[in-house]
């Protein structure tokens, strides 16, 4: 069945420091793929996503590429800053289901000033 | 309401005990969705609704998992006779339309307790 896998965690930065979250994942036909945030206290939010191969998501500095290749949907950001410390959640959403979100067991980041 | 609102926030059951988990979406919202999420684990799908009709409950773990929506808006995912392995956070989640197009808004969750 399809799935993610993300790079597990902690990640612990300095502030400005770059970040890179590895994200692969497993499924049939042509997935959309997404990185979800979850700030302390919140709920999960939409942080960017992609439709199709080759295509770049990008929100708030964070970026991902869709890599069909590799199977991978790595998430970026050149400069972190204290205010980036949360959970990252990479998911995918099958071509062939209702649109339901499976997603990776998520990534904690913390930034230290 | 301005987000997804879910209630209660927290919950703590005795084993054995039923529980009720309320979720109201973003008004219009035409999909709605359940995900259970363990400690430490990233979410996994509990079921789908499109307006009233359930059209994917293959997560539902056992038949002591029921979920509903009658008329379309709110939505209840009751729990039977609850077990320790019950104990995790319940997300509710809706689209305007095809979640696949449109972005998912998540609630802030229920935190189910079982003692």
């Known amino acids: 069945g399809d799935s993610v896998t993300q790079m597990e965690g902690p990640v612990t930065l300095s502030e400005e420091a770059f970040l890179t979250i590895n994200c692969t994942y497993t499924?049939?036909?042509?997935?959309?793929l997404f990185w979800y945030v979850q700030y302390p206290g919140e709920g999960l939010q939409l942080l960017l996503k992609?439709?199709?191969?080759?295509d770049k998501g990008s929100n708030k500095g964070f970026e991902a590429t869709y890599r069909k290749e590799t199977t991978s949907f790595h998430l970026e950001k050149g400069s972190v800053q204290v205010s980036d410390s949360a959970v990252y959640f990479c998911?995918?959403?099958?071509?062939?289901?209702?649109?339901?979100?499976?997603f990776g067991q998520g990534t904690t980041l913390q930034v230290k000033p | 309401g301005a987000g997804v609102s879910q209630s209660p926030r927290y919950k703590v059951a005795k084993r054995g005990q039923d529980v009720a988990l309320r979720c109201d979406p973003i008004?219009?919202?035409?999909?709605l969705f359940w995900y259970q999420q363990a400690l430490g684990q990233g979410p996994e799908f509990l079921t789908y609704?499109?307006?009233?009709?359930?059209?994917?409950k293959s997560g539902l773990p056992s038949d002591r998992f029921f979920a509903e929506r009658p008329e379309g808006s709110v939505s209840t995912l009751k729990i039977q006779r609850t077990q320790q392995e019950d104990s995790a956070v319940y997300l509710c989640?809706?689209?305007?339309?095809?979640?696949?197009?449109?972005?998912?808004?998540f609630g802030q969750g229920t935190r189910l307790t079982v003692v």
């Open positions: 499924a049939t036909g042509y997935p959309s």
């Open positions: 989640a809706s689209s305007l339309q095809d979640p696949r197009n449109t972005e998912a808004f």
């Open positions: 008004s219009g919202h035409v999909s």
């Open positions: 992609a439709t199709k191969a080759d």
């Open positions: 998911a995918l959403s099958s071509s062939s289901n209702t649109g339901k979100l499976i």
């Open positions: 609704f499109q307006n009233e009709a359930q059209l994917d």
